[in-house]
C-alpha cells in the first residue's frame, strides 16, 4: 500500500473512531494502519525501529525478557502501560505488542516502536446488568478525545470481598490499543475501579477467559480458560514474581486463602486401556496407580462408554499449596470423556 493511500485509510479510521485530536492519536507511518482484527477490537499495525530490541513480560525492565526482535519487523500495538518511564533518554510509554493481532507476545519500550504521540484511555465502569441469558455484564466506557466509546464486559459472581472482577484486552470488539490491558477488580458500591495486573488474560481457543479470580491479598491470579465441559484449564500467575506457576486442569477450583483443588488424568480408556500418565508429581502418581488398583470402573461405566461412543477418564484431585507448590491428592473419579 503507498504512504499516500495509507494516510487516507489512516485519517478515516481516526475519524471512525472518534479520534478527534492529533494529540490524540499515533502518527502517521509509512505502510501503517489501524485495524479491527476478526473478532477483535482496533489494533494498531508498525514497525520496530531498531535492532535486537527485548520484549519484556511485563512493562518494566525488571520484566523477564520473552523476545528479541530486529528492525523492520512488524507487530501490532493492543495496549499502552498506565505510566510512562524515562528510559534511554527517552520518556515514553509501554506498548503491549502482537504479531497475529490475538496473542500478547509481550511489552516494548515506545523509543524502539514506530508511533508518535502515544496516549491512554483509561476504562470507566458504571454498573453491572445480567443479560438475556443470565450472564452479568458490566458497562462502562473510555474516551477517545471528546469522543466517549461505551464497553460491555462479561464477568462472574460478585466475589466475596463484595467485587467482580475481569480482564480487559483485545479480545473484546470495544477494546482500543491505547487502552490499558489487564486484570482489573470493581467494586460496586463505591464504584472502585482497581488495575491489579497486566498479567494473565491469554486468548482461549474459544476466545476468552472464562473467569478471573483472586486471592484475598492478591498474591496471586487464578484463571480459568475456554468453555469446554469440565475439566478444563486453570493457570495461576504469582503477582509478586510475575511468574506462571502453574498450568494444568480443575472440575471445583475450592479457592481456600492460598490453596486450590486441580485434577490430574492418569489413565484414560476408549476400546481399551491407554498407557499411564508418568509425566506426574512422584506422590500423585503413586496415589493413582493405588486408586486404579482398588478402585476399578464397574462394568456399567464401561458397557456405557463401549454403546455410547464415548470414553472414559481416571482423574486424581489434589490440593494445591500456591506458596509450595505441593501437591496433596485427595480423592479419584473415573470420568466420561469425548
Same mark, same amino acid.
Given at each position: 500500500m503507498s504512504k499516500q493511500h495509507c494516510?487516507?485509510?489512516?485519517?478515516?479510521?481516526?475519524?471512525?473512531?472518534?479520534? =478527534?485530536?492529533?494529540?490524540?492519536?499515533?502518527?502517521?507511518v509509512e505502510s501503517e494502519c489501524m485495524a479491527?482484527?476478526? *473478532?477483535?477490537?482496533?489494533?494498531?499495525n508498525t514497525f520496530v525501529n531498531d535492532d535486537n530490541v527485548n520484549v519484556r513480560s511485563i512493562?518494566?525492565?525488571?520484566? /523477564?525478557?520473552?523476545?528479541?526482535?530486529?528492525?523492520?519487523?512488524?507487530?501490532?500495538?493492543?495496549?499502552?502501560? *498506565?505510566?510512562?518511564?524515562?528510559i534511554d533518554q527517552y520518556d515514553g510509554y509501554w506498548l503491549n505488542i502482537s504479531i497475529d493481532g490475538e496473542k500478547s507476545l509481550g511489552w516494548m519500550f515506545s523509543k524502539y516502536v514506530d508511533?508518535?504521540?502515544?496516549?491512554?484511555?483509561?476504562?470507566h465502569?458504571?454498573?453491572? *446488568?445480567? /443479560?438475556?441469558?443470565g450472564i452479568n455484564k458490566l458497562q462502562g466506557y473510555y474516551y477517545l478525545g471528546t469522543n466517549r466509546v461505551d464497553v460491555s464486559i462479561m464477568t462472574g459472581e460478585e466475589n466475596n470481598n463484595h467485587y =467482580?472482577?475481569?480482564?480487559?484486552?483485545?479480545?473484546?470488539?470495544?477494546?482500543?490499543?491505547?487502552?490499558?490491558?489487564?486484570c482489573y477488580i470493581w467494586y460496586p458500591k463505591t464504584k472502585e475501579l482497581k488495575h491489579?495486573?497486566?498479567?494473565?488474560?491469554?486468548?482461549?481457543?474459544?476466545?476468552?477467559s472464562l473467569w478471573v479470580s483472586l486471592t484475598e491479598d492478591y498474591r496471586y491470579l487464578i484463571e480459568d480458560f475456554g468453555t469446554a465441559p469440565l475439566p478444563r484449564e486453570v493457570k495461576v500467575w504469582d503477582l509478586i514474581t510475575n511468574q506462571l506457576i502453574f498450568t494444568g486442569s480443575y472440575d471445583a477450583i475450592n479457592l481456600r486463602n492460598h490453596t486450590i483443588e486441580v485434577v490430574f488424568v492418569?489413565?484414560?480408556? =476408549?476400546?481399551?486401556?491407554s498407557d499411564e500418565v508418568l509425566q506426574l508429581d512422584d506422590e500423585v502418581l503413586q496415589y493413582a496407580r493405588r486408586y486404579f488398583k482398588n478402585n476399578k470402573p464397574s462394568s456399567e461405566i464401561l458397557d456405557n462408554a463401549v454403546s455410547c461412543g464415548n470414553g472414559i477418564a481416571l482423574i486424581i484431585r489434589c490440593e494445591l499449596n500456591l506458596d509450595t507448590r505441593k501437591l496433596k491428592p485427595i480423592n479419584g473419579e473415573y470420568i466420561r470423556t469425548m
Open positions: 494516510s487516507i485509510f489512516l485519517i478515516i479510521c481516526m475519524f471512525s473512531a472518534g479520534v =478527534y485530536s492529533q494529540n490524540f492519536s499515533f502518527g502517521s479491527h482484527e476478526p *473478532r477483535q477490537g482496533l489494533v494498531y512493562p518494566s525492565l525488571k520484566g /523477564d525478557k520473552v523476545d528479541k526482535l530486529q528492525k523492520g519487523a512488524k507487530v501490532k500495538i493492543i495496549g499502552v502501560s *498506565r505510566e510512562k518511564e524515562f508511533c508518535n504521540n502515544v496516549f491512554t484511555s483509561e476504562i465502569i458504571e454498573s453491572v *446488568r445480567r /443479560d438475556e441469558w =467482580y472482577t475481569f480482564y480487559w484486552d483485545c479480545s473484546s470488539e470495544n477494546y482500543h490499543y491505547s487502552n490499558i490491558p489487564g491489579i495486573t497486566y498479567l494473565g488474560g491469554e486468548m482461549s481457543s474459544w476466545g476468552y492418569y489413565i484414560s480408556y =476408549y476400546k481399551t486401556w
